[in-house]
């Protein structure tokens, strides 16, 4: 009787992956603007084209144990309930992460940097992008 012999698999994931679930995830849920990284991801930011989704995003992954910690920097919509916010961004992020990972999210933590209304967002984002328009 020959006996199928099967390979020793592994999966694993870099931080940015899970950075990005989370980030691209967050910034869906309605009252999220954006999440903000530090100065110096801000700096890197302005050099790289696009949108980083990873931006605001810290991750830490236990293998082993196949879970990982998030700690979030976000701009919050003025007037809306941050906690009813932050609930909805925890449900849709340990779903995304389950789903597309198979990892557990033992725990996210957001701190709220700022809160502004969409027009005051919306002025903030065309200031920068002007700026970024006048480096080129």
Known sequence: MDKAVKPETVLTFDDEVLAKIAGKTATSVDGVLSLEGNIFEK??????????????????????EQTVQL??????EYGKNA????DK???????????????????IKLNVKD?????????REKDHKKHEDKKK
Do not use: C, H, Y
């Open 43 to 64: 700096v890197t930011d302005r050099i790289s084209k696009g949108d980083d989704p990873t931006a605001g995003v810290n991750v830490d992954i236990d293998n082993e």
């Open 71 to 76: 700690k979030m920097d976000a701009l919050l």
């Open 83 to 86: 906690q009813a916010i932050f």
């Open 89 to 107: 961004m925890v449900t849709k992020i340990t779903a995304a992460v389950k789903e597309m990972t198979n990892m557990e999210v033992a725990e």
């Open 115 to 123: 809160v502004l209304t969409r027009d005051e967002w919306a002025d």
